[in-house]
Nanobody
Framework: QVQLEESGGGLVQAGGSLRLSCAASRRTFGMAWFRQAPGKEREFVAAITWSGGSPYYADSVTGRFTIARDNAKSTVYLQMNSLKPEDTAVYYC???????????????WGQGTQVTVSS
C-alpha cells in the first residue's frame, strides 16, 4: 500500500500562484497530478517519474505548471502559476507503475485538495 497526502490547495485570484505537495509513504515508479471540476471527468495534469525521466504535461497547463520531485522526502510538487478560473478543481495526486495520462494506470490516490481561482 502507498499512502498519499496532499496539501497546498486554497483560494487564489486569477494570475496568482499556488504550490501543491504530495507526500508518499513509499515511492512507486511514477507520480501524477489529476484534477476534477464539478460535473466533469477527472483529467490529467502532469506526471513525473522518481528515476529522473522527463516530466510531461497536459496542453492546458504547459508553460504555467511545473511538476517536480524531492526523492529524499518522497514528495512531489505541482507549482501552478498564472492560474485561471478554469483551473478551479479538486486536484488529486496519484502513484503507480507508470507515468501515463490515463487515470486507470495508477493504483493509489490521495484524498484531493481544492483549488479555487477567482476571476
Amino acid at each position: 500500500q502507498v499512502q498519499l497526502e496532499e496539501s497546498g490547495g486554497g483560494l487564489v485570484q486569477a494570475g496568482g500562484s499556488l504550490r501543491l505537495s504530495c507526500a508518499a509513504s513509499r515511492r512507486t515508479f511514477g507520480m501524477a497530478w489529476f484534477r476534477q471540476a464539478p460535473g466533469k471527468e477527472r483529467e490529467f495534469v502532469a506526471a513525473i517519474t522518481w528515476s529522473g525521466g522527463s516530466p510531461y504535461y497536459a496542453d492546458s497547463v504547459t508553460g504555467r505548471f511545473t511538476i517536480a520531485r524531492d526523492n529524499a522526502k518522497s514528495t512531489v510538487y505541482l507549482q501552478m502559476n498564472s492560474l485561471k478560473p478554469e483551473d478551479t478543481a479538486v486536484y488529486y495526486c496519484a502513484a503507480g507503475p507508470s507515468h501515463l495520462a490515463s487515470p486507470g494506470t495508477y493504483n493509489y490516490w490521495g484524498q484531493g485538495t481544492q483549488v479555487t481561482v477567482s476571476s
